[in-house]
């Protein structure tokens, strides 16, 4: 589903990916993880043309991201993203948040849009919240609308850009329930996160990255047990409590 080539790239002077490789198939969990400021988020969103990339290619089912030719807005209907801080439409209500996108980009109907907006909202546990306005939600029910929304596209692959560090302790769990089922269906996920609990549980591969390199990857199971570099060590010394 997404290759990643030898890409690097640059804010000014400062090198914030550093000639990095991977591969994710469909259907697989990877979780990224590393410490403040070691590229994650910004590898995360190069994947979907949000971030762009000086050297190297990424490619999505085949389509190169170089090419010029290349349709990001098409490209963005493959790929939901979820970002930290939900970025609902304060002024829609939750019903209308999800629906806008696949009306104007999909051009399903009003009510095709709504019924399937309901069926999401029952999904991530939320349907009594269809009406309201996000302002009126807790953080955890609002980055469930955020999934949801994303859902919506009808997406090839999922994107989550540490999507529970702007919660409440309480309602981070909430949120982690919705993304562990969404990975047991078969959904291409690729997550930023510290929540190693959610990583143990669901990740088929995890990346470690630090200054803007991919330092090892591995199974849960042999990163969490036996991880080979003395900085990933040191990390998961530090957050695994």
Not at 6 to 31: A, C, M, R
Request: net charge negative; hydrophobic share 40%; charged share 25%.
């Amino acid at each position: 589903m997404i290759e990643i080539e030898n890409v690097s790239k640059w804010f000014g002077k400062l090198k914030v990916l550093d000639n990095v490789n991977e591969t994710i198939s469909k259907g697989q969990v990877v979780v990224i993880c590393g410490p403040s400021g070691s590229g994650k988020s910004t590898l995360l969103k190069t994947l979907n043309g949000l971030e762009p990339f000086q050297e190297g290619d990424i490619r999505v089912d085949g389509i190169s991201l170089k090419d010029p030719g290349t349709n990001f807005m098409k490209l963005r209907q493959k790929m939901g993203m979820v970002f930290q801080r939900f970025e609902l439409y304060p002024h829609m209500k939750v019903i209308e948040n999800i629906t806008i996108a696949p009306i104007k980009l999909l051009n399903q109907s009003k009510s095709q849009a709504e019924q399937k907006a309901i069926e999401l909202l029952e999904k991530v546990g939320i349907t009594e919240q269809a009406h309201k306005y996000p302002g009126n939600l807790s953080g955890g029910q609002q980055q469930r609308v955020a999934i949801a929304r994303a859902l919506a596209m009808e997406p090839d692959i999922m994107l989550f850009d540490e999507p529970t560090s702007a919660l409440d302790p309480e309602m981070i769990k909430e949120v982690l329930d919705v993304m562990v089922n969404l990975a047991n269906s078969g959904m291409t996920m690729v997550v930023v996160t510290h929540e190693m609990g959610f990583a143990k549980e669901v990740a088929d591969e995890i990346i470690f990255m630090d200054q803007g390199r991919i330092i090892e990857r591995g199974t849960d199971k042999s990163f969490f047990e036996n991880p080979e570099s003395q900085r990933a060590k040191d990390f998961l010394e530090k957050i695994i409590h």
